[in-house]
């Protein structure tokens, strides 16, 4: 069960910039930072970006987040086709006995 | 480098357990900054955590669904976690994962993932 909202596609030709949107709640985003990972296909989750805009070592810097309030975004600029995957935000809800939640998931396609 | 490797895919049958393992390595597994996290996916559909548990202090949370049907354990002599999930039922068919994440800071995410073990409930 989702807790934070994100749109279920989004698509460009490759060098366009992408944005994913992730909407959560006071007890979640607006409150913690956020992360975002990365699935290629039948593979598991990747460590895209955390605590809002933070790239961990490796990630290219055409991924970039933000957040603001209870939304966070991901961008992704000079849109590769290897960069066709499902991406998903995730941070932590302090009402839910501790725990982390996730987003609804976003398919990139590149057209 | 550091590395979480699961067991094998399960077939289980309505109302029977399923114990699914993650072995740890590159890291010590029972540093009190690391955390165990267990993330399913069922086919085509979004990631949803189980729940997570410290090795170091054996603390757990699970989400509240999850509540009385599951169980997280450890063995710090093999670097190993386990996940334990009881009275299966056809919308526990998954794939679950095993993630690290930094249990002093949450800021920093789910940084290392298990490749994933199917669990497939069917009668």
């Known amino acids: 069960q989702s807790v934070l909202t994100q749109p279920p596609s989004a698509s460009g030709p490759p060098g366009q910039r992408v944005t994913i949107s992730c909407s959560g709640s006071?007890?979640?985003?607006?409150?913690?930072?956020v992360n975002w990972y990365q699935q290629l296909p039948g593979t598991a989750p990747k460590l895209l970006i955390y605590?809002?805009?933070q790239r961990p070592s490796g990630v290219p810097d055409r991924f970039s987040g933000s957040k603001s309030g209870t939304s966070a975004s991901l961008a992704i600029s000079g849109l590769q086709s290897a960069d066709e995957a499902d991406y998903f935000c995730?941070?932590?809800?302090?009402?839910?006995?501790?725990?982390?939640?996730f987003g609804t998931g976003t398919k990139v396609t590149v057209l | 480098q550091v590395q979480l490797v699961q067991s094998g895919a399960e077939v289980k049958k309505p109302g029977a357990s399923v114990k699914v393992s993650c072995k740890a390595s590159g890291y010590t597994f029972t540093s009190y900054d690391y955390d165990i996290n267990w993330v399913r996916q069922a086919t085509g559909q979004g990631l949803e955590m189980v729940g997570w548990m410290n090795p170091n202090s054996g603390n757990t949370a699970y989400a509240q669904r999850f509540q009385g049907r599951v169980t997280m354990t450890t063995n710090t002599s093999i670097s190993t976690a386990y996940m334990e999930l009881r009275s299966l039922r056809s919308e526990d068919t998954a794939v679950y994962y095993c993630?690290?994440?930094?249990?002093?800071?949450?800021?920093?995410?789910?940084?290392?993932w298990g490749q994933g073990t199917t669990v497939t409930v069917s009668s």
């Open positions: 995730a941070a932590w809800d302090d009402s839910l006995n501790g725990l982390y939640v």
């Open positions: 993630a690290r994440s930094d249990g002093q800071n949450i800021d920093f995410g789910m940084d290392v």
């Open positions: 006071s007890s979640n985003i607006g409150s913690n930072t």
């Open positions: 605590s809002n805009n």
